[in-house]
């Protein structure tokens, strides 16, 4: 099989998304070959390069986000006029405005949904930019903008895009043209994504445009995958933006998410919480996944199978620092438990998350300091603080696994989280965990250790200490946790997942085109039996007749017709 794999900001980068699980996919998928069409988001994650790639990578094919040469497309008079048309009714959706009825123009093919006007001016848009050559230079002209703004002023137009100013347009407008970069790419011919079995979006968003325009001109299936799911991002970001700029943002982002679930084959979440979300934005119940991230579980087999080593005073937490992981809660809480369990230490583990992570690391430095001054005399001796601010690779610490090994207990204290991949790690590690109940964690835990509600110190310090004082219960729920990650959130489970994912899809798909050989002559077996046309049949009552059970045509059971080409996988 010969999958397109399209990633936005991620895979092959080194610095990338979700570089990680789809490094696995492809390593864990060796039988199949990939091509990976990967869109860049940065000047610096193009100078940091790409990961080792494997030898089922066909080819890479990269285009950069952050910045667009003026592709010296001139439209001609009538080129223009189908581009303001077809950009007008993009516009006019993302502004709430009803459609236009002009005799000639877009909106004569156009229904009055408005998934379907936005459909429609979207593939409108593509199939100009492929007769033009691109459509850089027009997205980012003034017609562009005058077009949007004609559509803010427009009669119905909601509240928000009404109050948007010159340079809240400006802003949208250079947004959009990033956002629709891939409509100005080559990569939809027959010899681009065009030659691949199905296309694999590794995030909503730009990637699964691109997989929406490779469904559109040769018909590639497509699967969508969101860790995160990208509508819920947009909305948790750039909260000090203008709100004429979050609001038509907002509505771009949800129509192509809409868009994207729509034609989409399967969509996959990592959980269920996303899942929600997905359905919410328009997903299709009947399509979703839920495919959980696969974390490697060797490096924490040993620590996992051999839990007594822990030190039972301490507490440990691990992960990126930043505010979103409340450790300024986590200090209190420490405060609170060393009032029953005065010799508690606490490890936190883990580097700062860019210059705000850094900044809200020497917060919580300053803050242990004082909520632990050095004692001259007691169970902690001058200049013994009993919180340490530690990172992996250290002397004492080499590895996570060491790091989840050193404590008793590991505490997540997060107010926001999507998949909580530290989590699973302790689960990994055999380790009873307390944790916030924020994003996936309860999902993830399952019952195997304590969840308490996020940013209230006092409910975290009291589980805390009951596992603290329980250890035969604290060794019970570090072994269903283990026992928990080992069956639901391994790279095999995630691997096989998608390849069973791959397979259902590729089998019911109709045969695109020929295979040749080098001599232009049919390849045997190329494609396999299960692509056919499928017919419908209904089960009548069973009878007993020389017959057997009755089959009557024209029911909802639906059936496949084996094709005459011989039995073979790709």
């Known amino acids: ?36 069409h990967a869109l860049s988001r940065s000047q610096h994650q193009e100078d940091e390069g790409w990961i080792p790639l494997p030898p089922n990578v066909r080819r890479v094919r990269t285009a950069p986000l952050w910045m667009a040469e003026d592709d010296e497309v001139v439209l001609g008079r009538r080129a223009r006029r189908r581009f303001a048309e077809c950009f007008g009714e993009l516009a006019a959706v993302l502004c709430g405005t009803p459609g236009s009825a002009s005799a000639g123009g877009l909106s004569e093919s156009v229904s009055t949904s408005e998934a379907d006007r ?7 848009l593509a199939e ?6 691109g459509l850089v230079g027009a997205l980012r002209s003034e017609a562009a903008v005058r077009t949007l703004e004609r559509a803010c002023r427009a009669p119905g137009a909601h509240r928000a895009a009404r109050e948007a100013r010159v340079p809240d347009l400006l802003a949208v407008a250079a947004h959009l043209e ?27 968003g730009t990637a699964a445009l691109s997989g929406l325009l490779a469904r559109h001109f040769t018909g590639v299936p497509l699967v969508v995958t969101e860790y995160g799911v990208r509508l819920r991002t947009h909305y948790l ?27 989409a084959e399967v969509v996959t979440a990592g959980n269920t919480h996303a899942r929600r979300w997905q359905e919410r934005c328009g997903a299709d119940r009947e399509k979703l996944r839920t495919v959980y991230p696969g974390m490697d579980a060797r490096p924490f087999t040993e620590v996992g199978e051999s839990p007594d080593g822990a030190d039972p005073g301490t507490v440990v937490w691990a992960g990126r620092v930043e505010p979103a992981r409340d450790l300024v809660s986590l200090l209190h809480a420490l405060a609170e438990i060393r009032k029953q369990e005065p010799r508690t230490r606490l490890r936190i583990v883990g580097a700062p998350a860019g210059p705000e992570g850094a900044a809200y690391l020497g917060h919580c430095r300053t803050l242990a300091a004082q909520l632990f001054p050095d004692e001259a005399e007691g169970p902690h001796a001058a200049g013994d603080n009993p919180v ?23 505490v997540l204290s997060s107010v926001v989280e999507g998949f909580p991949l530290s989590l699973v790690e302790a689960m990994l590690s055999g380790r009873a965990t307390v944790s916030t109940d924020v994003g996936a964690v ?42 928990r990650a080992l069956e639901l959130f391994t790279v095999e489970q995630n691997i096989e997942a998608f390849h069973s994912i791959y397979l259902e899809i590729v089998s019911r798909a109709p045969v695109r085109r ?32 020389r017959g057997g059970p009755g089959w009557a045509a024209g029911s909802p059971v639906r059936a496949t017709t084996p094709a005459p080409a011989p039995e073979a996988a790709r």
């Not at 970001?237 to 034609?263: H, N």
Request: charge should be negative.
């Open 237 to 263: 970001t750039a909260p000090d933006a203008p709100p004429a700029v979050r609001s038509l943002l907002a509505a771009f982002q949800s129509r192509l998410a809409a868009e994207a679930y729509g034609k």
């Open 118 to 124: 936005f459909a429609s001016a979207l593939y409108g």
């Open 442 to 483: 309860v999902e993830v835990i399952g019952g195997t250790g304590l969840v308490v509600p996020p940013r209230n110190p006092r409910a975290l310090a009291d589980a805390c200490v009951a596992l603290l004082r329980d250890p035969e219960r604290r060794a019970r729920l570090g072994a269903a946790a283990r026992a």
């Open 388 to 410: 340490s601010f530690e990172e992996v690779g250290g002397p004492d610490l080499p590895t996570a696994a060491d790091a989840y090994a050193s404590g008793a207990v590991t």
């Open 128 to 133: 100009l930019a492929r007769e033009a050559g």
């Open 178 to 204: 990033g956002a629709l970069r891939p409509l100005s790419l080559d990569w939809y011919e027959d010899e681009g994504l065009g030659a691949v079995d199905l296309c694999h979006a590794a995030s909503g």
């Open 514 to 545: 020929s295979l040749l050989d080098g001599a232009g002559e049919p390849l045997p077996f190329a494609v396999p039996a299960e692509a056919h046309v499928p017919v419908r049949w209904t089960a009548a009552s069973p009878r007993l007749s």
């Open 1 to 36: 099989m010969r999958i397109g794999l399209l990633t936005e900001g991620g895979y092959p980068y080194v610095s990338g998304d979700a570089k990680l699980w789809c490094d696995r996919l492809v390593h864990g998928l060796a039988q199949h070959e990939f091509d990976v």
